[in-house]
């Protein structure tokens, strides 16, 4: 395997991860109208993603330096390209993670409706703007000669690539739902269970749909073979399906890694349609920008993967650490005050 295939593969994982980690993030975000029946409802599912959603956004911080460490060609043309696209959802992102901060710096209702909703919507969009500019780099673009963007906006839209960002909400969305389903408990634990019954068929069925669509444009517009981009389809849908067995049979445990699952095989059937290009070009398939056009030299390859090597053990072992922190389920409740529960081991009154 050379260093660029490597690197290529590597993004491809770093995206996996974003996806399975960001994407139960985003759907909590995206459930909060619809199974919090109040804002003790609310505050709960917020507090569930609350020590551990801004780590999960080192992902996408790690995937964009890597890309262009290892393909600067490849981020100029995005970043310029699809400047617009990833404009809004830097602003999504920063509006969610202010929602995060400041909907409980006021108790007043508007105060907290505003950033309630501002985090909705965030939830939404970015999910959605993601889904568009990845499958639209498979899709086609229109690139010139020296592979420079020569589209606008409007062009990273088309109906497979609108396809493939409802595709990301819904798989988020149903993710987001089994998620919740091992951290919460009660009523609200009922509500997200049978949120993740409703959401289990429409995922499966778009996200099927997209999966065949991308190993059709694969062949069609990326002269791809049928083998490999099918087997990641393949296991999606099926992983998707076991996914929504287990919502039914109500194993939380089970749903939720057969989500995460789909959400690493969407993105590997992504990755797989799109090799050995980075992007495709359309109308003018001639101009699309391949690996080796757009990766770095050996030396650079070479200096950035022993820096990965050392890093990347530590960025995953201390996740791991803090979602095993973090693993209790939350029951809603206030916590008792320090000097009541000082008290009550005592088995007595503190001394006042």
Not at 291 to 312: N, R, T, W
């Amino acid at each position: 395997m050379t260093l660029q295939l490597l690197w290529f593969c590597v993004l491809a994982a770093l995206w996996s991860g974003y996806f399975v980690l960001e994407g139960f993030d985003f759907g909590v975000g995206m459930l909060l109208p619809f199974v919090g029946r109040g804002e003790r409802d609310r505050a709960v599912m917020l507090e569930s993603i609350g020590p551990v959603w801004d780590g999960n956004e080192v992902w996408l911080v790690v995937a964009g330096a890597a890309t262009f460490a290892a393909f600067p060609v490849w981020y100029a043309t995005m970043f310029s390209g699809f400047y617009l696209a990833l404009l809004l959802i830097l602003v999504f992102l920063i509006f969610r993670a202010v929602g995060f901060e400041w909907r409980t710096k006021s108790d007043h209702a508007r105060w907290r409706t505003f950033w309630t909703t501002t985090t909705i919507a965030a939830s939404f969009a970015v999910p959605f703007l993601w889904g568009v500019a990845l499958a639209s780099l498979l899709g086609g673009v229109p690139l010139d000669s020296n592979g420079d963007y020569a589209g606008n906006l409007v062009d990273l839209f088309s109906l497979y690539s609108v396809t493939a960002g409802i595709a990301v909400v819904l798989l988020f969305a149903f993710h987001g739902a089994t998620f919740l389903t091992l951290r919460t408990s009660g009523a609200l634990c009922e509500r997200v269970a049978r949120a993740a019954r409703l959401l289990a068929v429409p995922a499966a069925v778009v996200v099927t749909g997209f999966g065949v669509w991308t190993v059709a444009i694969a062949v069609d517009r990326n002269d791809k073979d049928v083998f490999p981009p099918i087997l990641p389809a393949v296991l999606a849908v099926a992983a998707l399906v076991g996914a929504a067995l287990a919502a039914y049979r109500r194993r939380s445990g089970w749903s939720f890694a057969a989500t995460a699952a789909a959400a690493i095989l969407i993105v590997a059937t992504l990755f797989t349609s799109l090799y050995p290009r980075v992007i495709v070009s359309r109308p003018n398939f001639g101009n699309s920008l391949s690996v080796s056009d757009a990766a770095s030299s050996h030396y650079a390859l070479v200096a950035i993967s022993i820096v990965a090597l050392i890093l990347m053990p530590v960025v995953v072992l201390y996740q791991l650490w803090t979602y095993y922190v973090f693993r209790a389920r939350l029951t809603g409740e206030e916590p008792e005050p320090p000097l009541k529960l000082v008290s009550g081991r005592a088995g007595g009154t503190p001394a006042g």
